[in-house]
Structures are given as C-alpha cells and as structure tokens.
C-alpha cells in the first residue's frame, strides 16, 4: 500500500531549538511546550541528543511534521478509534489497520484523532503473558512496591505503542486521549469492594480482603501515573492534582469534552457513580456554557457509549461474580447509572432544543462501529447521535461471539429509566462487527447549513480490502 505524507519544501523558512529533560522518573517521556506557532501550518520536527556520537533519535530516517489547528476553518476532519489490542496470543494481526488509519488521515486532511479508551490492555486479554494482575497475584506475598507496579503498566505501554504502525501514527497528527478500564484493569469500578479482592483470590489461599483491596488501590495509583505520563501529556493541562482528566478543546467551530468514565468511577457510590460529583459540575459548567459560545456542533466523548446494547440484556445478566458482569455495570444503560444518564440527556437534549446545535456522542469499548439516532417526545428540533468506533485492532472476540454481541444491540426502542414512560427513543442506523476505525468530516457549507458525515472503515485480518459505510447525520432527522 502506498502512503502519502507532506514533503518538506527547498526553502527552510527557520529553525528553532527547543530543549527537552527526559528523565527516568518519568521513563524518559516529556512535553514540549511550542509558542507563537501560526494556524493552519505544517511544522517539521526531529529529535537529536548533542551529548551522543550519533545524535539523531528522531526525524533521519523519517520525515517527521504536524499541522496546526486553523483559526476560521470552515470543514474540521479528524478521526476516532479505540481498542488497541492486536495480540493472538505471540502473533500481531490487524496492524494493517493502523496503516490504513494514517492512510485516510493524510487524504483528508485530518486535523486531530481521539482515543476513546483502551488504548493499551493491562490484563492478558488476546496475550495471557501480558496480565500485570496475574503476574500480582503470584508475587503479591512479596509485597511488590508502588515503585515495581509502574514499572509493570510501563512495560505495557511500550510493548502496545512499540509497534512501528502506531508509532507513525502518533507521530504524525495530534492526538487526544483518555483512558478506559483496560489501562488500570478489566471492570475497574465497576465492581463491589469483595468483587474487587477476589481478583486477586488463588484457589489455594484464604481471601485478605483487606490486604487485597490495599494491593489493588496501590495499583490504581500505578496506572493513574503511567497514564498521565503516556496518554494525558497529550491533552489539554488540567489539575492532575484533585485527578482531573476530563477536558474540553475547540477546533474551529466544533466544540469538544472529553469525560473520564474511569477515574472517578465506583460502583459502591449511592449516586453519579459513573462520573463523580465534581466531574459532573466541570460537565455542566461547559454545557452551560454552550448557549452562547461560538460552536456551531458539539462532540461529546463517553469511552462507554451512551446506547448500544438492550436494557433487558445488560441489568438481566447482572450476575455478581459473573466474568461479564462489570462490563454490563460499565453501561449507562445499567439501572445503577438511570438517574445518571437521565440526569445526562436532560441537558443534552435542553441544550441541542434551545440552540439548535448537534451533539454527538463518541464513544469506544464495545468491540463494535454503530451509529444511532437519539429523539426526545418533549425536544423535537434537537439533533442528538450517539457514534461508536470499537476496535481498531481487537483479536480476542470470535466471529461466533461478535454475532451474540451483534443480537443484544439495540434495534428501535425507549431508553429505560426510572421514569413511568421515557421520553428518549433510540433508532439504530448502522452496526459494525468487524475491527472499524472512524473518521468524522464536518463542513459548513455555503447556505449557513451543516454537513457531518460519519465514514466508519472495516476489515478483518483475513482480508486485503476494506469497507466503508458513510452515514451523513445531517441527512437523518
């Protein structure tokens, strides 16, 4: 497959030196701040180290750029993806993905991409040899130190984002990110306090609840470090100190908040489980704040989706100890999170009412591409959406088992609540079983109308060509 890339030009205009600490506190990762850059340029970059015989690290043997945003764009593309887990067992698939990722980023001019979650997989899923909670259980008599858990969801990421095609990738466009449940551990916060230490059971020990409930926090603590070092250095600053990642950006006049489903999440919590009291008064304040701003379309990132599978599937199933049951209390749609999710699209669908701006959910985690269509009885002039790109390279489901998932989405239905009747229906417009990534196009075109446009490309590893399916929002009403 041939790849196009920007060539730099005859004429260098400048050059700048930026110096740069790495450290091994940090695992040699580090952010450069670049100021007075100009909108709408591409930059080139490389990376040298003048204490070395052979400086160049990179940016010799590949030509290295980004673009920056534009100040009054009249289209913004950028693209979504999630679920980075290309091992069957020692062999790595679906790599072709990723190229034909930075492919379609190039051609269209790509702005930005999101990372909705899981962008790594801490817990053996596709590669048993990769499950930092096994090699825990094991040694946990050893007391392993907050200091050997880091290193553990290190080595992780560098395995994960060692691999040549996903390192293209992120050199080459800006990229947003927040982390899901397989960064810190399958489920996490979605389990009871002995659901939580019973993953760290062996069958011929008596539980320490409470020793495996200080081992587990202390792991937490770990991922939290490594994912500020590898995933939220890419994203807006914000104050890490009281464990904020959730953040809003702009580009153009698109709007965006990123929430963290994963952070603040505890099911033992007796209300705003999924998001946490102060996460939600972030939320609202920039909800609120929409009434008057500038953007003329609003992007909402939920690393679990808003809608996707049947209510009766995801709270019937609710099996305490079940292997699946954390990923059913994940869902908005699980009766623990009604009064959360109510509480959710009330503003949404007030705002998207009242403004006559779309909202768009963007979302990962289901190992599934959908799109589905939100209405309110009360707010017929709202344009509410909910689309999903899951994942890009997930080995770990067979066809078999992506066909079950494939029968408990949702066709066309009320969404449950604690309500008497809910006013929120759900219309499915498209389901996607093979491993997808997105890519969004948003224009303003000339009659002061807008057009988004939804390509979701597929494939799977037995195949050599891919497919894509175009959803136009602006065109479902």
């Given at each position: 497959m041939?790849?196009?890339?920007?060539?730099?030009s005859?004429?260098?205009?400048?050059?700048?030196?930026?110096?740069l600490?790495?450290?091994?506190?940090h695992?040699?990762?580090?952010?450069?701040?670049?100021?007075?850059?100009?909108?709408?340029?591409?930059?080139?970059?490389?990376?040298?180290?003048?204490?070395?015989?052979?400086?160049?690290?990179?940016?010799?043997e590949?030509?290295?750029?980004f673009?920056?945003?534009?100040?009054?764009?009249?289209?913004?593309?950028?693209?979504?993806?999630s679920?980075?887990?290309?091992?069957?067992?020692?062999?790595?698939?679906?790599?072709?993905?990723?190229?034909?990722?930075?492919?379609?980023?190039?051609?269209?001019?790509?702005?930005?991409?999101?990372?909705?979650?899981?962008?790594?997989?801490?817990?053996?899923?596709?590669?048993?040899?990769?499950?930092?909670?096994?090699?825990?259980?094991?040694?946990?008599?050893?007391?392993?130190?907050?200091?050997?858990?880091i290193?553990?969801?290190?080595?992780?990421f560098?395995?994960?984002w060692?691999?040549?095609?996903?390192?293209?990738?992120?050199?080459?466009?800006p990229?947003?990110?927040?982390?899901?449940?397989?960064?810190?551990?399958?489920?996490w916060?979605?389990?009871?306090?002995?659901?939580?230490?019973?993953?760290?059971?062996?069958?011929?020990?008596?539980r320490?609840?409470?020793?495996?409930?200080r081992?587990?926090?202390?792991?937490?603590?770990?991922?939290?470090?490594?994912?500020?070092?590898?995933?939220?250095?890419?994203?807006?600053?914000?104050?890490t100190?009281?464990?904020?990642?959730?953040y809003?950006f702009?580009?153009?006049?698109?709007?965006?908040y990123?929430?963290?489903?994963?952070?603040?999440h505890?099911?033992n919590?007796?209300?705003?489980?999924?998001?946490?009291?102060?996460?939600?008064?972030?939320?609202?304040?920039?909800l609120?704040?929409?009434?008057?701003?500038?953007s003329?379309?609003?992007?909402?990132?939920?690393?679990?989706?808003?809608?996707?599978?049947?209510?009766?599937?995801?709270?019937?199933?609710d099996?305490?100890?079940?292997?699946?049951?954390?990923?059913?209390?994940?869902?908005?749609?699980?009766?623990?999170?009604w009064a959360?999710?109510?509480?959710?699209?009330?503003?949404?669908?007030?705002?998207s009412?009242?403004?006559?701006?779309?909202?768009?959910?963007?979302?990962?985690?289901?190992h599934?591409?959908?799109?589905f269509?939100?209405?309110?009885e009360?707010?017929?002039s709202?344009?509410?959406?909910?689309?999903?790109?899951?994942?890009?390279?997930?080995?770990?489901?067979?066809?078999?088992?992506?066909?079950?998932?494939?029968k408990?989405?949702?066709?066309?239905?009320f969404?449950?609540?604690?309500e008497?009747?809910s006013?929120?229906?759900?219309?499915?417009?498209h389901?996607?079983?093979?491993n997808?990534?997105?890519?969004?196009?948003v224009?303003?075109?000339?009659?002061?109308?807008?057009?988004?446009?939804f390509?979701?490309f597929?494939?799977?590893?037995?195949?050599?060509?891919?497919?894509?399916?175009?959803?136009e929002?602006?065109?479902?009403?």
């Amino acid at each position: 497959m041939r790849l196009t890339s920007p060539s730099i030009s005859q004429e260098i205009y400048s050059v700048t030196f930026v110096p740069l600490q790495l450290n091994q506190e940090h695992d040699l990762t580090g952010v450069v701040d670049l100021k007075n850059l100009q909108p709408d340029t591409r930059y080139y970059y490389a990376l040298f180290h003048l204490g070395r015989e052979n400086p160049w690290e990179l940016g010799n043997e590949q030509i290295l750029s980004f673009q920056t945003f534009p100040d009054h764009p009249t289209e913004v593309n950028f693209g979504m993806y999630s679920c980075h887990m290309p091992y069957d067992e020692h062999q790595l698939i679906n790599l072709e993905m990723w190229d034909k990722f930075r492919q379609e980023l190039f051609d269209t001019n790509a702005n930005f991409l999101i990372g909705t979650g899981d962008q790594v997989y801490v817990d053996g899923e596709g590669n048993k040899q990769l499950n930092i909670w096994s090699w825990l259980k094991k040694n946990k008599k050893q007391n392993p130190s907050k200091t050997d858990m880091i290193s553990w969801y290190r080595d992780i990421f560098r395995g994960y984002w060692g691999i040549p095609q996903v390192q293209q990738l992120f050199q080459s466009f800006p990229t947003y990110m927040i982390w899901d449940d397989h960064e810190i551990m399958d489920g996490w916060g979605s389990y009871t306090l002995n659901e939580l230490a019973a993953q760290l059971d062996t069958s011929w020990q008596l539980r320490n609840t409470q020793e495996h409930l200080r081992l587990a926090n202390e792991m937490f603590e770990a991922a939290k470090q490594v994912y500020q070092e590898y995933e939220h250095s890419h994203n807006p600053p914000t104050d890490t100190t009281v464990d904020q990642f959730d953040y809003q950006f702009n580009c153009g006049f698109c709007g965006f908040y990123v929430l963290d489903m994963r952070g603040h999440h505890d099911y033992n919590r007796k209300e705003l489980r999924l998001l946490g009291a102060e996460q939600w008064e972030r939320f609202d304040g920039w909800l609120n704040s929409q009434y008057n701003s500038e953007s003329r379309v609003l992007f909402i990132v939920s690393p679990v989706p808003v809608v996707h599978f049947k209510s009766f599937a995801v709270n019937n199933l609710d099996i305490p100890y079940w292997k699946y049951t954390d990923d059913l209390r994940d869902h908005w749609d699980h009766k623990s999170n009604w009064a959360e999710r109510d509480q959710l699209l009330k503003k949404v669908f007030e705002i998207s009412q009242k403004t006559k701006k779309p909202i768009v959910f963007l979302s990962g985690d289901v190992h599934m591409g959908a799109a589905f269509k939100l209405s309110h009885e009360q707010s017929p002039s709202a344009k509410v959406f909910q689309l999903t790109s899951s994942g890009i390279a997930y080995a770990s489901l067979s066809k078999f088992a992506m066909q079950i998932l494939e029968k408990i989405v949702i066709d066309e239905n009320f969404i449950e609540s604690n309500e008497t009747k809910s006013p929120y229906k759900i219309e499915k417009i498209h389901i996607c079983i093979k491993n997808n990534f997105g890519l969004l196009h948003v224009k303003q075109l000339a009659d002061e109308e807008l057009s988004i446009i939804f390509d979701l490309f597929s494939s799977d590893h037995e195949k050599k060509t891919f497919d894509r399916e175009r959803i136009e929002l602006n065109k479902i009403l």
